[in-house]
């Protein structure tokens, strides 16, 4: 297909960042951790770190609140790069994104990564950060009892999986907001096959990021909780925004798990962004698609944890 030409000229960029080409290294993974792209940022009212705590952990995060001394509902958020890398800097442009669009506030984690803290370590420090925010850790003016899960990729996989493990032990979670989320490590569908080698995340990156989170011999029958469109059922979960990009290798699994959703009686929200490409929501104020994701996401949410919009 042709492709849009600033989309075309994103993604020759991209493709020259040593984490595409072979052998991957978690160096090499994290080379862009260090200088996260200089995209527009929304000024958000108050923006400070913290320190979550539950469960015998301490997770750091940060907190954006677009309008400090009133109580807003939240969203805790988990940033992508394949379990491996990403941070609360490379992904500061689109957490302050969702706050300003959603008005509400949103709880960034920076969980532990792997391979050095492989499954279940980086999926229980979410957890546990999820469990801090509704104690009502994060503040005063965040409402603990109004809450939401959301990621992209990686972060997406790990939200869908708080998700499941909320559903059994609490706290309550209202919505579940999953952009181009990992969802399974079947390599063999179509997306894969379309879009595994030309558009930046590609199928052997892919499966590397797999070894790192749940070691080798796991990746062709992961835990649930790893892939959560194994989960023996997904009844009773929260709603759920699903975005996902036609020329992403996940394309095909995000779309399944919203099929699968709805079939277990789940809310579910789905939007394709044809012509996009894995990565595209972080690229604020230069790609449009990434605005248009993030409002479908941001009224959503809305709607699950309340208007709250004051303006």
């Known amino acids: 297909m042709a492709l849009d030409p600033m989309v075309q000229q994103i993604l020759e960029m991209m493709k020259q960042s040593p984490l595409c080409t072979p052998p991957f ?14 995209f527009p940022k929304a000024d958000i009212a108050a923006v400070k770190d913290i320190v979550l705590k539950a469960d015998g952990r301490e997770v750091p995060a940060r907190l954006y609140h677009p309008e400090p001394g009133q109580t807003l509902p939240v ?32 709880v960034s984690v920076d969980y532990p990564r792997a391979p050095e803290a492989p499954f279940p370590g980086p ?9 801090a925010v509704a104690e009502g850790q994060a503040g005063a003016d965040v409402d603990g009892t109004r809450i939401a899960v959301g990621g992209d990729s990686a972060g997406g996989n790990l939200a869908a999986a708080v998700a499941l493990k909320a559903r059994e032990a ?27 080698t030309d558009y930046f995340l ?6 590397w990021f797999w070894e790192q989170y749940v ?9 649930p909780l790893a892939a ?8 009773g979960l929260p709603a759920a925004t699903i ?25 579910v929200t789905l939007r394709r962004a044809d012509g996009m490409f894995h990565g595209f929501a972080s690229m604020v104020g230069v790609l449009p698609a990434s605005a248009e994701a993030i409002q479908v996401g941001a009224s959503d949410l809305r709607r699950s944890l309340g208007d709250v919009v004051s303006a």
Not at 175 to 190: E, K, T
Not at 228 to 235: V, Y
């Open 25 to 38: 290294t978690v160096a090499n993974a994290r080379v862009a951790d260090d200088m996260p792209m200089p």
């Open 123 to 131: 999926l229980d420090a979410c957890y546990a950060a999820v469990r």
């Open 202 to 207: 590609t199928g052997p990156m892919m499966r």
């Open 75 to 106: 969203l805790v958020f988990f940033h992508g790069g394949g379990w491996v890398s990403g941070n609360l800097e490379t992904h500061d442009p689109l957490a302050r994104a969702i706050a300003e669009a959603a008005h509400i506030a949103v």
């Open 228 to 235: 959560p469109i194994r989960a023996a059922s997904l009844a």
């Open 243 to 267: 975005v996902t990009a036609e020329l992403d290798p996940l394309r095909d699994e995000g779309e399944a798990y919203a099929e699968k959703l709805e079939e277990a009686g789940v809310a």
């Open 215 to 223: 070691g080798e011999a796991n990746v062709a029958n992961p835990d």
């Open 170 to 196: 609490g706290p309550k979670i209202a919505h579940q907001f999953l952009i181009y989320p990992v969802i399974d490590s079947d390599f063999d569908n179509a997306s894969y096959t379309e879009n595994g």
